[in-house]
């Protein structure tokens, strides 16, 4: 279980986000929604580590991992950018033994062991094929499969999505999100990803936070909603929307000006 506690975020001691409190739980898929600027971003990389909180704290089961160094954090925490900051050709399997780095000593290399791990990764993703191929002559869906093949084989319980969709066409970007959603449920992994898209947080997360003005506006279940509930909440956001339902699946829609 992830556990959220009096978390305020910022940069250079200016909250952006403050008193953040919500937990998730294994096997589920949380969104966090909200406009652009409204700290999404700051709060994810916050708890991955990446930014230093203003107060609060990160407990993965029971763990305050934010006063753990960046390693044995990696052991709990797993982040997965917008896109990978990878510029040099390395093979994809290589890539994806990144993802053992916080179980290896100074000088240690990844054993035939962690290697065959990384095969089994790779293969649950569904790029066998491409296992001895460049990284960089993968394409963008692509590459962000080996990214969450990475990302698996840390074994880190909760793993976190900074809009993992952002560069994708829309095959790709459904494909991604497909994949992560089943690999959380059955891998039993606590999963966090921040999107633009409502109705993609509709339809793949169990879990939605909103953030708005600074706190969380309203957090909710997927499973058990409301229409006039969807319609009262995304209108704070979005301004003139409607929420519509297609075959048991409600869909959030622009109003015409």
Same mark, same amino acid.
């Given at each position: 279980?992830?556990?959220?506690?009096? +978390?305020?975020?910022?940069?250079?001691?200016?909250?952006?986000?403050?008193?953040?409190?919500?937990?998730?739980?294994?096997?589920?898929?949380?969104?966090?929604?909200?406009?652009?600027?409204?700290?999404?971003?700051?709060?994810?990389? @916050?708890?991955?580590?990446?930014?230093?909180?203003?107060?609060?704290?990160?407990?993965?089961?029971?763990?305050?991992?934010?006063? +753990?160094?960046?390693?044995?954090?990696?052991?709990?925490?797993?982040?997965?950018? &917008?896109?990978?900051?990878?510029?040099?050709?390395?093979?994809?399997?290589?890539?994806?033994?990144?993802?053992?780095?916080?179980?290896?000593?100074?000088?240690?290399?990844?054993?035939?062991?962690?290697?065959?791990?990384?095969?089994?990764?790779?293969?649950?993703?569904?790029?066998?094929?491409? @296992?001895?191929?460049?990284?960089?002559?993968?394409?963008?869906? &692509?590459? /962000?499969?080996?990214?969450?093949a990475r990302n698996l084989l840390q074994q880190a319980s909760v793993m976190l999505f900074d809009e993992p969709d952002s560069a994708l066409d829309f095959k790709n970007r459904h494909?991604?999100?497909?994949?992560?959603?089943?690999?959380?449920?059955?891998?039993?992994?606590?999963?966090?990803?921040?999107?633009?898209?409502?109705?993609?947080?509709?339809?793949?997360?169990? &879990?939605?936070?909103?953030?708005?003005?600074?706190?969380i506006l309203t957090r909710f279940d997927t499973h058990s909603l409301d229409l006039n509930r969807l319609k009262e909440i995304f209108s704070i956001i979005y301004g003139k929307i409607?929420?519509? /339902?297609?075959?048991?699946?409600?869909?959030?829609?622009?109003?015409? /000006?």
């Open positions: 279980m992830l556990e959220i506690k009096q +978390l305020s975020v910022g940069y250079n001691g200016e909250t952006i986000v403050e008193n953040i409190n919500f937990c998730t739980h294994s096997g589920k898929l949380t969104a966090l929604l909200g406009l652009n600027g409204a700290g999404k971003t700051t709060l994810l990389k @916050t708890i991955s580590g990446l930014l230093s909180p203003l107060s609060g704290h990160c407990l993965v089961n029971g763990r305050d991992t934010l006063t +753990l160094k960046d390693k044995e954090r990696g052991k709990y925490l797993s982040y997965m950018p &917008q896109r990978p900051s990878i510029i040099y050709h390395m093979p994809v399997e290589d890539v994806v033994l990144m993802g053992m780095t916080p179980y290896l000593g100074m000088f240690e290399t990844p054993s035939k062991k962690h290697r065959k791990m990384a095969r089994e990764m790779i293969h649950l993703v569904g790029m066998d094929s491409y @296992t001895h191929d460049s990284f960089l002559h993968l394409s963008e869906g &692509q590459k /962000q499969l080996i990214i969450v494909m991604i999100l497909g994949k992560i959603k089943q690999l959380i449920k059955h891998q039993n992994r606590t999963g966090i990803i921040t999107l633009h898209d409502p109705n993609d947080a509709l339809y793949y997360c169990d &879990q939605i936070i909103v953030v708005h003005n600074g706190s409607d929420v519509i /339902q297609h075959e048991q699946q409600y869909m959030i829609v622009r109003k015409p /000006q």
